[in-house]
């Protein structure tokens, strides 16, 4: 018997809008998964050859790297923070859309947008080095895994890079959005050796790649009779 695939999937706001994408791909978790009181991280399949494991964002894209799990969906903030080698994401999902964003007080007593060192808050230290270098800044990053708002009120740090959706967050504690650095959708990821050496994670693939063609010409349709 062959053994179980494991697919990791993110705790958060991507999963409510996964797992219908799932499910229309043959990813079908045990009803103990729709449990909110299970705290369980490892949860069995419809499909006896699959397990589904819940983890944090960050950690889908380890375990999927480093073939403790050979699929699973995040965003594609993560993917790009990491840019892990052996990690491949060959489908768009076309779900979970927000963006990476850099904010400041919206009073704007913080460091000159000249200075050429600036102190960042985020969870994001590598995308954000990146943005700054690209613009000549050196970006001292502060490393916090929530709460990135309260940074500059207390004194941590001038701006704050963190994901954006609607802003609301943002004007409810005072920050205002002063520039993009990513647009993010959630992506199918598999580990590139499982790839090429099991034939069950290439057929996943191409039932996720067949669901979002049919979603996009779904919605291109609607689109065109809307235009008409």
Do not use: W
Request: net charge negative; hydrophobic share 45%.
């Amino acid at each position: 018997m062959a053994s179980q695939l494991t697919f990791a999937v993110p705790k958060g706001r991507i999963l409510d809008e996964a797992l219908p994408v799932m499910a229309r791909a043959g990813v079908v978790p045990e009803d103990a998964f729709h449990d909110k009181s299970n705290r369980a991280l490892s949860f069995a399949c419809q499909s006896d050859d699959m397990r589904l494991i819940r983890v944090r964002a960050f950690d889908v894209a380890t375990f999927v790297a480093h073939g403790a799990a050979q699929l699973g969906i995040v965003g594609s903030d993560v993917i790009e923070e990491f840019d892990y080698s052996d990690l491949y994401a060959p489908v768009d999902l076309d779900i979970g859309h927000c963006r990476l964003s850099v904010a400041e007080p919206a009073s704007g007593t913080v460091e000159s947008a000249s200075a050429s060192h600036l102190r960042v808050a985020t969870k994001y230290p590598n995308l954000t080095r990146r943005h700054f270098e690209r613009l000549g800044i050196q970006a001292e990053c502060v490393k916090l895994n929530g709460a990135m708002e309260l940074a500059p009120s207390l004194g941590l740090a001038g701006r704050i890079v963190d994901l954006v959706s609607t802003g609301q967050t943002l004007k409810d504690n005072g920050l205002v959005e002063t520039s993009r650095i990513l647009d993010i959708s959630a992506r199918l990821i598999v580990n590139r050796a499982a790839l090429k050496t099991d034939p069950r994670v290439a057929a996943l693939v191409e039932a996720f790649r067949q669901d979002a063609e049919a979603r996009s010409s779904s919605a291109s349709g609607s689109a065109d009779k809307d235009a008409a």
